[in-house]
């Protein structure tokens, strides 16, 4: 990255980090979803099966070390119809550092509609400024509209805690259609902001042989996709993420999970 005034480089990799979290259109109904990790949906859990920990690394974002990250992880069902996950990730370059703490609880409702929420506390500390914190808490449903067809809503944002900057923090409002029937799948998801235009995304999705399950993501304004690749073998499994920004460039995840219930 060039060098520029120690704040400026700063809000630069803030808002280039943000950006990656944005930057795809959310999953709601939850066709292609192989992993409990970072949820847009939180009711999205209640469809895993099992109980995971995980620990992944992305070595760059968008072809800037300083946005590299850790993150880790661990699902659990503590009695029927409940499902609940902590994620902690973080990234710390030289004086710029950024660390998430993130809960989910979903909860089953009947064998037709779920739903959930997430917590997140964020802590961002620049190089030349002072650290700053904010709180987001995020809500979803999912419904199931027949064997093959499910629905899925999500708020993002929904509530927030401020303390970076003065005004909120973007809402995102998202629903989803997907269809899946015999290790296929497809859904769509559209997705509105308070602060960014409209997004939609297409999502095929696919399981040819047992151990293997893989997603193939594309949305609009501008392109952009997504790859995901999980292959199981018995109670581990590695997830693979590669995705692509017209403007911004390419982004990478290595995830390995273990299933310990």
């Known amino acids: 990255m060039h060098r520029h005034h120690p704040k400026i480089r700063a809000l630069l990799l803030l808002l280039a980090s943000l950006c990656g979290e944005r930057c795809l259109v959310a999953q709601y109904s939850g066709i292609g979803v192989v992993t409990p990790s970072a949820l847009p949906n939180p009711a999205v859990l209640s469809s895993i099966a099992g109980q995971w920990a995980w620990f992944g690394y992305e070595p760059s974002r968008f072809g800037l070390p300083e946005l590299h990250r850790v993150y880790a992880g661990v699902s659990v069902a503590p009695s029927v119809g409940w499902s609940a996950a902590v994620e902690v990730w973080g990234r710390a370059v030289e004086r710029f550092s950024q660390l998430q703490l993130r809960t989910m609880v979903a909860l089953q409702l009947s064998e037709l509609f779920a739903v959930g929420g997430a917590a997140a506390i964020v802590r961002h500390a620049p190089g030349g400024m002072p650290s700053r914190w904010w709180g987001t808490l995020d809500v979803g449903a999912c419904a199931q509209l027949s064997h ?114």
Not at 208 to 219: C, D, E, H, K, Y
Request: proline fraction near 4%; include cysteine.
């Open 148 to 261: 093959t067809l499910s629905l899925g809503i999500g708020l993002q944002n929904a509530l927030t805690v401020n303390r970076f900057w003065e005004g909120a923090l973007e809402q995102r409002l998202g629903v989803g259609l997907g269809w899946q029937e015999a290790g296929w799948g497809c859904g769509f998801d559209a997705e509105v902001g308070t602060m960014s235009a409209p997004v939609v995304g297409l999502t095929v999705a696919a399981a040819p042989i047992q151990p293997v399950a893989a997603a193939l993501r594309f949305a609009g304004s501008p392109p952009q996709a997504r790859m995901h690749i999980l292959v199981r073998w018995e109670d581990i499994a590695v997830h693979l993420h590669v995705g692509f920004h017209l403007l911004l460039g390419w982004r990478q995840t290595l995830t390995l999970l273990y299933r310990w219930a």
